[in-house]
């Protein structure tokens, strides 16, 4: 299998090479190939995410990504490698599991899977200025986007608890959510061994911390499963230890839900859990359950024999973490 590698900016450059260090030593049949994406790439050469990734990205098996930083104001010419890779990749599953981890640092018992739409809502890149003082961004709900969403929560559910929990905004938004919403009741037509609830999105957010345990499948729109997933992230641990997968037809691109995380880059003690668990992710994506069980297996072990990174409240540095996970396979 041949594995697209692409570290972009900040901590992604010491997660995504840890996670690496990991996958190698199952001694898979993995072939890795380089590509460049991201702030630092963009200033070097004017273009964030050149084509030749995206068609490295194309040709592999599967891509293990990074982060990558994004000015919070306009640059002329750049563009968020990620949303250009779900967009042009039509990567339209963002998958994010959050699962309870064996440690004080975790809440226990939760095992929930946000499956977030990923190539629409807020996200669709529609943003205009009316005049100087007036700013748009139009919210793109399409019935074709969300019962291919919808379908995938569904399907996920049927192989775990059977619960598949709707989360939208239709009292206010009526015609965006409303669509969304009610496409994903007519998918869940054709899961009658599923059981269906639905939501409110702000309801969702308190829920999520008062009550975890009680929900398997999530299903959403982009900006509120972005914002839910990190959330959900903090019941076990935080963003350090949080995986994601993107996954389309044709591709999958898998990475932590974190970000580039400027303020700790280039010291050695990023939380390398939510990139390795990724790789996780990966591996089941490519068929090898087994590889990808005995990845989550060394890191629940290292847990339990007390292994933190600072984040997690302890003095592990990133490279501790990984050989003590890789030692551990
Ligand atoms: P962030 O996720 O980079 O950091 C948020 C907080 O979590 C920080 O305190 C950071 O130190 C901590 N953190 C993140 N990853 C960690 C790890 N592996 N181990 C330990 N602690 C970790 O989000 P932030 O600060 O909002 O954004 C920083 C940059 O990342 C921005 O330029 C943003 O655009 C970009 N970003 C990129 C994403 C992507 O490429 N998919 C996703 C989210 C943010
Ligand atoms: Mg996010």
Redesign the pocket.
């Known amino acids: 299998m041949r594995i697209c590698i692409i570290a972009?900016?900040?901590?992604?450059q010491e997660?995504i090479p840890a996670a690496q260090r990991v996958l190698q030593a199952l001694q898979l049949d993995l072939e890795f190939v380089y590509a460049h994406a991201g702030?630092e790439y963009f200033q070097k050469t004017g273009d964030a995410i050149p084509n030749a990734t995206i068609e490295i990205v194309q040709a592999c098996d599967a891509t293990l990504?990074?982060?990558?930083?994004?000015?919070?104001t306009r640059v002329e010419g750049y563009r968020?490698?990620?949303l250009a890779m779900r967009q042009s990749l039509a990567l339209y599953a963002n998958l994010r599991p959050v699962k309870s981890l064996p440690g004080e640092f975790s809440r226990q018992n939760v095992d929930l899977l946000i499956v977030r739409e990923n190539t629409e809502g807020l996200y669709a890149g529609r943003e205009r200025a009316e005049d100087a003082e007036t700013m748009i961004a139009e919210r793109v709900i399409t019935k074709r986007a969300s019962e291919r969403i919808a379908r995938v929560a569904f399907e996920m559910a049927r192989a775990r608890k059977k619960q598949v929990t709707v989360v939208h905004k239709a009292n206010v938004l009526k015609l965006t959510d409303g669509l969304f919403r009610e496409t994903c009741f007519n998918v869940a037509r054709e899961f009658p061994d599923v059981e269906t609830q639905e939501m409110l999105v702000d309801a969702m957010a308190m829920r999520l911390i008062q009550d975890p345990q009680h929900f398997d499948v999530i299903v959403t729109t982009n900006l509120f499963g972005d914002i839910l997933s990190?959330e959900a992230s903090a019941l076990i641990g935080?963003?350090?230890v949080a995986p994601s997968g993107n996954i389309g037809t044709r591709h999958g691109v898998f990475?932590?839900?974190?970000?580039?995380?400027?303020?700790?880059a280039g010291q050695g003690?990023?939380?390398?859990?939510?990139?390795i668990l990724s790789a996780a992710m990966m591996l089941d994506y490519l068929e090898w359950e087994e590889a990808a069980a005995r990845v989550r297996r060394a890191v629940n072990t290292v847990i339990e024999r007390g292994m933190r990174?600072?984040?997690l409240g302890g003095s592990a540095s990133?490279d501790e973490m990984t050989r003590a996970i890789i030692e551990n396979l």
């Open positions: 972009g900016d900040g901590v992604g997660v702030f990504f990074g982060a990558t930083s994004s000015p919070m968020s490698p990620i990190d935080g963003l350090g990475e932590p839900v974190h970000g580039s995380a400027p303020d700790i003690v990023a939380n390398p859990l939510g990139a990174t600072r984040d990133m």
